[in-house]
């Protein structure tokens, strides 16, 4: 990583929001999409390399190459889960809600399977800097 952030780090709103949604279907908290079932086990088979604790770091430090163990999702995931689980409606709302930060919003499109604009940033923005 010489020239602009890690592209790693860039995309764990995104899926993070991805996984939110994704758990609010599970919970039965809003409606399951078509394709909820195959993401789903998809998601399930192989949680910890989809969403990963920690990943390796690469870099130059004067010249040389360096590697370091970073935090990418560490304990999201469950904070996401305990934050569906101890308020549904509330978990809802947030889906529902505008993002306040248009920065760390996917975007108006609509894809497969539909996902919030953002992730709920208290939930993952104290633990990351982009």
Not at 28 to 34: A, N, W
Not at 48 to 61: A, R
Request: proline residues 7%.
């Amino acid at each position: 990583h010489t020239a602009g952030p890690c592209d790693k780090i860039s995309l764990v709103p995104v899926m993070l929001a991805f996984y939110y949604n994704m758990f609010l279907q599970h919970c039965g908290c809003i409606p399951q999409s078509s394709n909820f079932d195959l993401l789903w086990s998809i998601i399930m088979k192989d949680k910890s390399g989809i969403f990963p604790t920690n990943f390796e770091y690469s870099t130059l430090d004067a010249g040389m190459p360096t590697t370091e163990t970073r935090e990418l999702f560490g304990k999201t995931l469950a904070l996401l889960e305990q934050f569906v689980l101890e308020d549904e409606e509330r978990a809802v709302n947030k889906l529902m809600s505008a993002s306040e930060d248009s920065s760390l919003a996917m975007g108006k499109s609509r894809s497969l399977p539909s996902c919030p604009e953002t992730c709920p940033k208290e939930m993952w923005l104290p633990h990351f800097s982009i």
